[in-house]
């Protein structure tokens, strides 16, 4: 559903500069075409979600972009002598105002989008939830291999951030793994409780068809909420993840963490010369 709501997690995620021009590019067509799988667009639909489209990701592009950039660079001038707690709040900080002035913008044309949903496009979203819902029961039930490709994908973004690792480091990086993806195996269930009963809710607030005012009221009361059902829960994650996170910069060697700066040199380019070319 939050596809649904912000019409994209593209807006969120520069991965490379060929799916950057994508974003940029198709964005809009790519996002009508998620949509479509959702609920069966009409003609107006569809060209309502490209049109807003358009005019969101040029804004992001010339007003978030830029932000993205003098983050990094932050973060490269920083962390050249390693990084500290008061650095990872201004950094989560920043990172959660980026997400609120997204949601702040997307949540009136999503609510707009929700007003004009008929009773079978309704029908059909719950229909596609049922089917995803399915697949992810699979994963809680196969947890155990989930956990281990979580695990292999740990080790291949370490090498690609932090370049190769000694025996003694691989020992300790297996040790962490252990670690960390046995306590994350339990909130796939919680997550998955709370996913089906934010599904049951939305649901129920479509069928009501309500208007565009209540929608918005709604949508941002939710995405407030995200993953706070349990603010206490909540913080301690996140604090357990700033201190893990603390851990691995006291791991890598000087070496090690140049180049994870020169890594980010790659990504500076890509969202410059994604400002740039319009």
Same mark, same amino acid.
């Given at each position: 559903?939050?596809?649904?709501?912000l019409?994209? $997690?593209?807006?969120?995620?520069?991965?490379?500069? #060929?799916? #950057?021009?994508?974003?940029?590019?198709?964005?809009?067509?790519?996002v009508?075409?998620?949509?479509?799988?959702?609920?069966?667009?009409?003609?107006?639909?569809?060209?309502? %979600?490209?049109?807003?489209m358009?005019? =969101? $990701?040029?804004?992001? @592009?010339? +007003?978030? $972009?830029?932000?993205?950039?003098?983050?990094?660079?932050?973060?490269?001038? @920083?962390?050249?002598?390693?990084?500290t707690?008061?650095?990872?709040?201004d950094?989560?900080?920043?990172?959660?105002?980026?997400?609120?002035? #997204?949601?702040?913008?997307?949540?009136?044309?999503?609510?707009?989008?929700?007003?004009? $949903?008929?009773?079978?496009?309704?029908?059909?979203?719950?229909?596609?939830?049922a089917?995803?819902?399915?697949?992810?029961?699979?994963?809680?039930?196969? @947890?155990?291999?989930?956990?281990?490709?979580?695990?292999?994908?740990?080790?291949e973004?370490?090498?690609?951030?932090?370049?190769?690792?000694?025996? %003694?480091?691989?020992v300790q990086? !297996?040790?962490?793994?252990?670690?960390w993806?046995?306590?994350?195996?339990?909130?796939?269930?919680?997550?998955? +409780?709370?996913?089906?009963? /934010?599904?049951?809710?939305?649901?129920?607030?479509?069928?009501?068809?309500?208007?565009k005012?209540?929608?918005?009221?709604?949508? /941002?009361?939710?995405? @407030?909420?995200w993953?706070?059902?349990?603010? /206490?829960?909540?913080?301690?994650?996140i604090?357990?993840?700033?201190?893990?996170?603390l851990?691995?910069?006291?791991?890598?060697?000087? +070496?090690?963490? *140049?180049?994870?700066?020169?890594?980010?040199?790659?990504? %500076?380019?890509? *969202?410059?010369?994604?400002?740039? !070319? =319009?």
């Amino acid at each position: 559903m939050k596809k649904i709501i912000l019409f994209s $997690l593209l807006l969120f995620i520069i991965t490379a500069c #060929t799916t #950057t021009k994508f974003v940029y590019d198709y964005g809009d067509k790519f996002v009508s075409w998620q949509l479509d799988s959702y609920f069966e667009l009409n003609d107006e639909q569809e060209d309502f %979600v490209e049109e807003r489209m358009k005019i =969101h $990701l040029e804004w992001h @592009r010339a +007003e978030e $972009l830029p932000r993205y950039k003098r983050f990094l660079t932050d973060i490269q001038s @920083r962390g050249e002598d390693g990084l500290t707690m008061s650095e990872l709040d201004d950094g989560f900080s920043r990172f959660e105002a980026k997400q609120r002035r #997204t949601f702040e913008r997307l949540i009136p044309d999503a609510a707009f989008f929700l007003t004009k $949903l008929s009773a079978e496009q309704i029908n059909n979203l719950e229909r596609k939830m049922a089917e995803e819902n399915e697949e992810m029961l699979e994963k809680v039930e196969n @947890r155990h291999e989930l956990i281990q490709e979580r695990r292999e994908e740990f080790l291949e973004e370490m090498e690609d951030w932090f370049g190769e690792f000694d025996p %003694v480091q691989l020992v300790q990086i !297996n040790k962490w793994q252990t670690e960390w993806y046995t306590e994350s195996s339990e909130p796939i269930e919680r997550r998955m +409780e709370y996913r089906l009963k /934010s599904q049951t809710q939305i649901l129920a607030l479509l069928r009501s068809f309500p208007d565009k005012l209540t929608f918005e009221k709604w949508l /941002s009361e939710w995405t @407030r909420s995200w993953g706070r059902e349990i603010n /206490s829960a909540r913080d301690a994650r996140i604090l357990r993840n700033k201190k893990r996170i603390l851990q691995v910069d006291k791991f890598i060697t000087p +070496e090690q963490r *140049l180049h994870a700066i020169r890594e980010l040199d790659d990504w %500076v380019e890509i *969202l410059e010369e994604t400002i740039t !070319n =319009h």
